[in-house]
Structures are given as C-alpha cells and as structure tokens.
C-alpha cells in the first residue's frame, strides 16, 4: 500500500519535473485529484521504455542537478541499448546503513576487516556504489575497515587473500554468486586456506538457492550463514534497494522444508526467490499482477516504476500467521537462532524473481537456469564444473528440438566424453526432480534426445570470458 512519503514524492515530482508533468498529462492524470496515499494506485505506471528514454535527461532530474556533481552508471545492455542513470549521494548513504549493520554484527566480533571489493568497478553501479557505502559506513562507526576494490580480478584476489588477508581478523569476500563460487573452488589450488581467514560473504545481482549458500559457507568456513552472508537487491535503476537479513534467510530456510508452504509464500515451486527486506523510509514497493514497482527518490526520482522484475510484498505478521498454518512458530525459530537483537519485523520483505526472459522453452515445457545449477553443484561434480554454463533451445536438420547447455569446466580439467555423461545425467535428474512435465517427458525414448551438453575449457571467451556476468540463457 502507498505511503505519505510516496504521496509527497509524487507531488514533488510533479510539481518540478518537466518530463513527469507530461507524463501525467498524456495519460489524462490531474496531479491535484491525488490527494491521499490510496490514490497512487492510480497513477499510472513508469518504465524505462515509457518514460525514461523517450524524455531528453535534463527533464528527467531535479532541477540544476545537471549543473552540479553528477554520478553515472549504466546497465549492462543485456535487456537493450545501455541506459545512463545519473545518482546522488543519498543513495550511498541509504546503502551505507544496511553495510553498516552487516559490518556491526560478525560471528567473528569487530576486529580488523578487510573488504575485498570483487565487483565490476567500471561504469556498473553494483562496485562504485558499494565502495562508496562500504567506506561511508566504517567512517561512521570508526571501524578499523580496509577495503580492497579489485574488481573482477581472480589473480588480484588470490594475492590479497595470501599476501594480505592474513594481517585481519575476518575477510569479508563481496562479488556476484558465481564469481565468489569460482573463487572458493579454486581458493586451495591457490595456496589460500579460507577457513583460516574467518570468511564473510556478500553477493548481489542475481538470486542463488540455500544449496548454493550452504554449500559455500561449508568450502570457506563461514561460521554462520544467516549472520555471516547477505545478498543484495539492487539495480542501475536506484542503487540498492532491498538487504537480506538473518530473519529473511531463516524464513526462506524454513519454508523450503514445506512445498505447499513454499508455494503459498512465494507463488511457485519451480524457482527460488530472493527474499529480501526494505527500509520504507528509503523506497518502497508494490506488486502489481506479480510485477514489482518501486517509488524512491534520487537524482531522477522514479514513482510507480516497473524495473522489469517479477515478485510480491510480503509482511511479518503475514508471514507469521502463515507459518504458523503449517505449523512453523517463527518466533520460536527466531530464538532458537540466538540472533534476535539483528531482527526487524518492521521494515516489510520483498522476493524477486529473476526476469521473466530467463528461461527457455522446450517442448512446450519451462526450463529455469536454477534446475541446472542445483545440478551441478552436487559435491561429485564440483571438481568439473564451475556452476557457470549457457543454455538454449536449439533445432536440429530434421527440425527437432532440443536444449543445448555450455558448460564451464574448472581450471585444469579437460574436455571428455565421461564428464559430458556425468553432466548429462546430473542434469536430467534435477529436471525430472524439479519439473513434473519434464519427470512425465522423460519417460518417453525421445527424451533421451533432448539435451545435449557441450564443454568448454575455464574462461573461454565464447560463452564464460572473465569479467563478465554470466549470461545463463542464450535466446535462439
């Protein structure tokens, strides 16, 4: 539901901003019949493509913000043509607070941290902007923080965890899931003993399932997965707009255990979302026919705006009494995990699903890139594979379908026939565990022709060139 500083946003906006006046106009809007929070459910909806790019920037912003300092970043152009978005410094700020309680509260106490910033730190907003936080939030608890910004940089990593790891009290690794997961796999053939290094981890960009989490806190020794990880929600669009805490991992932990639970929280059984929460003050989201939209200010203040992901808003109580159904007692669950002075049952929960477009279609039938994850991060298979691959529906000259997985071989190993095999059957049991169309398909002898594996050597630049996130679908 909409709230006062949504509805104060919205007037402001329309009140000084030249393209969102237009906007309104066009769409038949008077800005003075929006008088209370509930009226914002009327207001039509923002896009990149219906409202940001057919305006010039400069109507866009708040007024003379071109004129002074300006921050850029940009999308990746994986979804189109890169878009510029202009931020200010309250973004930082905003996202400095959730650091700042990740910094505060370590299983390892407040010693000594070294950062070691594994993000794009080009014109992509995830390392800048969390460079920035990470600084602004130990400057404001005068914490003995350093931070290492090596971007997307293997051999750079490597050398500060041997060479300058070793002089901290914990080590926290930031990066996206299957850089970090390509960085503990190779940690020990690197000279680099993780656990002895007291190891935090912190993601964004792309959700991953509590398999992916338990398996990396058991590689690196992290001492406490809901305490010691966190994954950000963030976008190019307005910075980082939703944390996970300790409580949102617990309560995904918990209602995976139940499908029917499962499904009744978060929609679907076929993926896993990221559940995160969000500080109200800051932005806020709605769901709208199981798309979100968001409302929070910047540099280019954006009110009702659709960013392309789909997911739902979800409250404590909600959640609760929910569970509670099933016959889960989150409050009991909470205190089981000691960890009650780090919940807030305030600040309301949104999950993610990846975009829509993240999928491929074979034979009717949906195919996620998690059905193929889960797959290869079973302990057999993880001294082959990386986790990384590309998928795609293909055809061949008899004009039959079928699905074509690249798939990434650690540093090291070779291309076999016996590892494809070994990769094939790994995969066709998680889809026949996972999807009930394709366990039905499976049965039938033409099955076996469905999915064809390809390997290729560590980083190759076809499909896994380094410094890259990873692209798990390859539209046809």
Known sequence: MPSKPSLELFHKAARELPAYKQFLSDNGVDA???????????????????????NRLEDLVWKNSLENLMIFCATSGSTGE????????????QYSHTIENYLRYSSYGKGRTLVILGFGMGIWIGGIITYRAFQMAAQNMGAPVSILPTGYNKVEIFKALRKLAP????????GYPPFVKQLVDEAAGEGVDLKKLHVRLFFAAEAFTETFRNYL??????????LDTMNIYGSADIGAMAYETPLSILIRRL???????YRELFGQIEKTPTLAQFNPDFIEFEEVDGELLLTGDSAMPLIRYAIGDHGG??????????????GINLDAEISKTKLLKHINKNHPFVFVYERADLSVTLHGLNIYPEFIKEALIKPSLVRYFTERFTMATKTDIHHNQFLLINIELQPGVGVTAQIAEKA?????????EKSSEFAEVSKSKMSEELIKIELWPNGHPRYFAPGTKQKWVEKS
């Open 32 to 54: 003075a019949t929006i008088k209370q929070s509930n009226d914002l459910l009327r207001v039509p909806i923002t896009s990149k493509k219906t409202y940001l790019v057919p």
């Open 82 to 93: 890169p878009y510029y978005f202009p931020r200010s410094e309250s973004l930082s700020e």
């Open 167 to 174: 002089s901290f009290d914990q080590t926290i690794i930031v």
């Open 217 to 226: 806190c058991e590689q690196a020794g992290v001492q406490n997965p809901l």
């Open 255 to 261: 209602a995976i255990e139940d499908p029917l639970l």
């Open 313 to 326: 808003v979800l409250h404590y109580d909600h959640i609760a009494n929910l569970m509670a159904k099933y």
């Open 424 to 432: 094939l059957r790994a995969i066709r049991k998680s889809l026949i």
